[in-house]
């Protein structure tokens, strides 16, 4: 039986890793850090970015969750002393490969099956490319991919399809047998524009009822893609 695809580019953050496990935690440190135990600077700071202290996480329309580095240090610099743009930006990238990562699912297994099936995949992350290497490594999944690009790559940054476009150049394949896996808007607003199969996952802080107009199904984890893509009817052929 023919797969769906021939290729599958994946989000990061949210989709390869849960943002909630993942993120807010670590958010709350950077910002205590960055606010150095001034209350009002602090609160400055949470509510530039969408970042709900009570709580302990982001709130659903927080730029953070598909903006770069860049983005999110431009919203917090008129509240910090002391820091160009370009410095707090490296701050932020290179804290965030400290991050505790929490897999989504199991991912070596899953990769291994997909790269088995003769799956081109690639990852398009809206964080910096330095970032996105030290998570997968760290994940010991860094060999899976044949593509791994951020913001900072030279491609562009998502909703634009000129990076998704990128990753179907470098690997050969039509736009049309990629499929783009994200958890957010701007992962499937990318997909769609670049004429890619759009698959939406729930284990990022947007809800079904957000992603399902942009997508070709919603699926709980990229754990459900191998069903998706029909690889047990391939397996049993």
Do not use: C
């Amino acid at each position: 039986m023919t797969l769906r695809a021939d290729a599958i580019l994946f989000d990061k953050d949210g989709t390869l890793f849960d943002f909630r496990a993942t993120w807010d935690v670590w958010a709350g440190g950077v910002l205590e850090r960055l606010a150095k135990g001034d209350a009002e600077r602090l609160e400055w700071l949470t509510a530039a970015i969408g970042y709900d202290p009570v709580i302990g996480g982001f709130l659903p329309e927080s730029p953070v969750i598909a903006g770069t580095n860049r983005q999110v240090a431009a919203l917090m610099l008129p509240g910090l002393d002391g820091w160009s743009l370009r410095g707090l930006e490296r701050f932020l990238s290179e804290a965030a490969e400290t991050a505790p990562l929490v897999e989504t699912v199991p991912l070596s297994p899953l990769l291994a099956r997909l790269r088995q099936a003769g799956l081109s995949l690639g990852v398009m992350t809206n964080d910096s490319q330095r970032t996105a290497h030290a998570h997968l490594v760290a994940a010991n999944i860094g060999d899976a991919f044949d593509f791994v690009a951020g913001a900072d790559s030279g491609f562009g940054a998502k909703p634009s399809p000129d990076p998704l476009l990128s990753f179907a150049y470098a690997v050969e394949k039509a736009p049309e047998r990629v499929v783009m896996v994200g958890d957010s808007a701007h992962d499937l607003m990318a997909g769609r524009a670049a004429g890619m199969q759009t698959v939406a996952v729930l284990t990022g802080p947007a809800t079904r009822a957000e992603l399902s107009p942009l997508a070709d199904v919603v699926l709980p984890n990229v754990g459900a893609l191998p069903d998706w893509l029909g690889l047990a009817h391939a397996n049993a052929s």
